[in-house]
């Protein structure tokens, strides 16, 4: 009984008045669950003031359009990221794994399928592809996350360049890719993308917080084992996770493909690094079991304002590399203090 | 120090009495505070060569805080620590180490990937121009393995071995290093009772030499075999230290929790298990016809089994003793789909095939496994996802949540066993040992299991917890649940069961009814089945 037990925890700090924590407020926010989430928050609202207040053309609406219209590919790959990062894992081969898809995409409009049978076969095949080979493998075959997802983003991308001959396919005029990668509603202010990118992280939300899925996703997570002996399908989870992610990366290099206008088999190089900044910037922990996937679209938010501002600033695309990847190594070193923190008791 | 010795002969006896009577370790007036909780608030205490101290309190009370800080682990918020009069302060456990502090923690570090010989020897591997002499190493191992009583090859690799066999190492390692100060820090949780005497041995060995040992352990009476004196503490406070002999286990107690508890290993008579009484939630469902068996196993097979036979009451509690490598803890996790086995088992007369958890499950079978942190619980999840995780499936609708049935379920689980938390969204990894292993049993309450099966169920956890826990599988017999304790404290297995199974290299050997059970009973079957194949009871 001790820390839990309310009452007696609380009674000898309250008996000393004079000795306060020594941990400041400050730590003790960025040190809790939550931490990562408003700190971020508030980073991202000194930005997007700063932004306001010394860069003219940042508040002009075709600029916010350009955020947006940039940030949905990234906001669905940071959703699938986040989702994987739950179950303790990292999916290294989203990047290529679009690549393949939208690549199936382009060879299928080319050869005159109409778009909508091509999207949702596109879809299928990412979700298949995911959940077969890195989900079972995984999942089911329980190896290492780190070796299949290497393993299959060489593959993938091999496979890419030997169907495309490294050639880039003609998109321009493709109807379906262009309305979810570059059309805009609403006066032309508000991409398609975006909010379709917005709707999947709130289904994902629904599903993680209220489905019996979603829930054990945490709790695998969490503790594979303890979970396994609780009942639930560990390690079909696991490979439902990789299928999602398979899935959004489908999805997402449709919208890639749109905003290009062409199917480069190049396409979706190094996204993931990206999204594992932005989830984990918005405090998914990336031991598994903890974190929000509002958090990651946070990340992504913050990212996406953080590279447009360098760029209204004139600085070089390397510039915006740079940054992103000084703050994935300041994301996981925030990762590291809140499992400190919350390993520091007895 | 102010003494000015006058003649050099004079300088050397006062030195020497001063040596002798002056304090090896002491703590002086220590505080550290954890976020949420004060951990120690001025605590003072001093130790002398050649003694071995115990070390008691219930859970949280900052025994394992304390002593991690004189081991260099923690560093105090305020007081000082002094060794050998002068004040100390650890940059690392490594410098406490190289000082003479050896802690050997709860939580036992070992490195499992590498051989005997490395984990008991470490950086003092036997080394000619910077290159380890290997069989020298494996010659200096053989000499401490032959002390622990361990008969393991010293290249294997430790993680191979069994969990009581690491800890040994992790002990021995400390040991053979001879330190000035060894704090044991639950060395025993984990170990089979000729273990503990071996260790035991060692220790007392070593205090003979001039060695300080300090004892932290969940088993009271080892402070009674062991020390010469206790220091209680309490909430973070000293609340008294204690010559032995001026102390019964009443009184310890009653020092540790502040007040009195009926003696908690003290045998409560069931009456013969029956019909389950009304209103209670784990049997309201059942229909409690025949007192036919709940479990019956017969020639269960394995690797590690060989031909079990078993039977377990409705509302009976049957123990499983037996020395480690008994096959003990292999046959709880066969009973819950774990292992793959051959042989037959019924639950409630029908037959099962058990080859998951999920379809132990299904059978009704609940498990409380032995780690309570690795197995039994998501710690990072909150208290309620714990408690109705085994049955989330079962109350969703169309895989949607049902979080209003969920709740009772939380809220019942929470009341019943008396789980303290402030609110069911608290994470489990803020509980108490004793609370976190409500939790664990606490899950198998919503599935209404017919058999439980409970490895270990009190490791680890204060006097008072095991008490509660020992009336909760009470009561749960009572209620007509069929009860398997898998445990390595013959008392628990005493007070808690109906019948007593002992086992011996994987098989039954033996069987004493649970009135009629002694510690020497048992642990003479236990041994004896190593020999012959059967005893009679």
Redesign the interface.
């Given at each position: 009984?001790?820390?839990?037990?309310?009452a007696?925890?609380v009674a000898?700090?309250a008996a000393?008045p004079g000795?306060a924590?020594?941990?400041s407020v400050v730590a003790?926010v960025l040190?809790s669950r939550v931490g990562p989430f408003i700190g971020l928050g508030v980073l991202l609202g000194a930005l997007l003031l700063f932004q306001v207040l010394t860069e003219p053309t940042f508040a002009s609406p075709n600029n916010l359009t350009g955020i947006g219209r940039a940030m949905a590919v990234p906001l669905l790959v940071a959703a699938a990221m986040a989702i994987v990062l739950l179950t303790g894992g990292v999916d290294l081969s989203i990047g290529a794994t679009l690549a393949l898809s939208g690549t199936l995409y382009a060879k299928l409009v080319t050869s005159d399928v109409p778009g909508g049978p091509a999207l949702l076969t596109t879809l299928a095949f990412g979700a298949i592809v995911g959940f077969t080979v890195n989900g079972v493998l995984i999942g089911r075959l329980n190896m290492s996350f780190f070796v299949v997802t290497i393993g299959t983003l060489s593959f993938y991308r091999g496979l890419v360049f030997l169907w495309t001959e490294t050639n880039t396919i003609d998109m321009y005029g493709d109807p379906v890719s262009n309305a979810l990668g570059d059309r805009a509603i609403i006066g032309e202010q508000v991409p398609i993308g975006l909010l379709v990118s917005v709707g999947v992280v709130v289904i994902l939300f629904f599903v993680l917080r209220?489905?019996?899925?979603g829930?054990?996703v945490?709790?695998v997570g969490?503790?594979r084992?303890?979970?396994?002996?609780?009942?639930?399908?560990s390690g079909w989870i696991i490979a439902a996770v990789y299928g999602i992610s398979g899935l959004l990366a489908a999805l997402a290099s449709v919208m890639t493909i749109g905003r290009a206008t062409i199917a480069d088999p190049n396409m979706g190089t190094n996204i993931e690094l990206g999204a594992a900044a932005a989830a984990l910037l918005g405090g998914i922990a990336l031991s598994g079991?903890?974190g929000s996937i509002w958090g990651a679209a946070l990340g992504v938010a913050f990212l996406a304002v953080l590279s447009n501002s360098l760029s209204l600033a004139g600085a070089p695309t390397s510039w915006q590399l740079i940054v992103t990847g000084a703050i994935l190594v300041v994301a996981v070193y925030l990762d590291r203090a809140r499992s400190r923190?919350?390993r520091?008791?007895? | 120090m102010s003494t000015n010795p006058a003649t050099p002969e004079s300088a050397t006896s006062l030195v020497t009495s001063i040596r002798a009577n002056l304090p090896l370790v002491e703590v002086d007036a220590i505080?550290k505070?954890?976020?949420?909780?004060?951990?120690l608030?001025s605590v003072t205490l001093a130790l002398r060569a050649g003694e071995i101290v115990g070390l008691a309190g219930?859970?949280?009370?900052g025994k394992?805080?304390l002593m991690k800080i004189l081991a260099g682990r923690y560093s105090p918020?305020a007081g000082t620590i002094r060794l050998r009069g002068a004040e100390v302060r650890w940059s690392s456990a490594a410098a406490a180490l190289r000082a003479g502090v050896a802690l050997t923690a709860q939580e036992v570090a070992v490195h499992p990937e590498m051989c005997v010989t490395e984990n008991l020897l470490g950086p003092r591997m036997p080394r000619r121009l910077g290159v380890v002499r290997w069989q020298a190493a494996h010659r200096q191992a053989r000499e401490i393995l032959d002390d622990l009583g361990l008969d393991i090859a010293p290249g294997a690799r430790l993680g191979a071995l069994a969990l009581n066999t690491q800890h040994m190492v992790a002990i021995g390692k400390m040991i053979s290093r001879r330190p000035d100060v060894l704090i044991l820090d639950e060395p025993t949780a984990s170990l089979t009772e000729t273990q503990v005497a071996r260790v035991f041995g060692l220790v007392r060995a070593l205090r003979d030499d001039g060695t300080l040992v300090v004892l932290i352990t969940h088993r009271l009476r080892e402070y009674f075999e062991l020390c010469d004196r206790v220091a209680v503490l309490r909430?973070?406070h000293l609340v008294g230290e204690r010559a032995i002999e001026a102390l019964d286990e009443a009184q310890l107690v009653s020092l540790m929790v502040g007040r009195e508890l009926s003696s908690v290993f003290e045998r409560i008579r069931r009456d013969t298990p029956g019909p389950a009484e009304g209103g209670d939630p784990a049997t309201t469902d059942q229909v409690p016809i025949l007192r036919g068996p709940v479990l019956r196993v017969r020639g269960l097979t394995s690797t590690k089994l060989r031909d079990v036979d078993l039977d377990v009451g409705r509302g009976e509690v049957v123990g499983v003793a037996g020395q480690a490598g008994a096959g003990r803890s292999t046959l709880a996790r066969a009973l819950?789909g774990?292992v793959p086995h051959r042989g037959s088992i019924q639950i409630d007369g029908e037959e099962v095939r058990l080859r998951s958890?999920?379809q132990a499950?299904a059978a009704g079978v609940g498990?409380v496994?032995e780690d309570r942190k690795?197995?039994?619980?998501?710690?990072?999840?909150t208290v309620h996802?714990n408690v109705t995780?085994?049955t989330?499936?079962a109350t969703?609708r169309l895989?949607?949540?049902d979080?209003a049935r969920e709740r009772v379920v939380a809220r019942d689980a929470i009341d019943r066993l008396s789980i303290?938390?402030?609110s069911p969204r608290?994470l489990t990894?803020?509980?108490?040992g004793?609370?976190q292993q409500k939790v664990v049993i606490g899950?198998w309450l919503a599935t209404k299991p017919k058999l439980l099966l409970l490895d270990e169920p009190t490791r680890g956890v204060?006097v008072?917890?095991k008490a509660e826990l020992y009336q909760l599988i009470d009561s749960l017999a009572a209620a007509g649940v069929g009860v398997l304790v898998f445990s390595s404290e013959l008392l628990e297995l005493l007070r808690l069961s109906d019948r007593i199974v002992v086992m011996a290299a994987g098989r039954v050997v033996g069987e004493i009814d649970g009135d009629e059970a002694t510690e020497e009973s048992i642990t003479r079957m236990a041994f004896a089945g190593l020999d012959d194949r059967t005893v009679s009871a």
């Open positions: 009984m001790s820390r839990t037990d309310v007696r925890s000898p700090v000393r000795r924590p020594r941990r003790g040190g209220f489905t019996t899925f829930r054990s945490y709790a969490g503790n084992e303890a979970s396994e002996l609780s009942g639930l399908r079991g903890v923190a919350e520091a008791r007895f | 505080d505070r954890f976020p949420g909780v004060q951990a608030s219930e859970n949280g009370s394992s805080t918020d909430d973070g819950f774990l958890a999920r499950i498990f496994p690795g197995q039994g619980l998501v710690l990072g999840a996802d995780m085994t989330w499936a969703a895989g949607i949540s979080s303290r938390v402030p608290t990894d803020a509980l108490s004793g609370n899950k204060d008072g917890a």
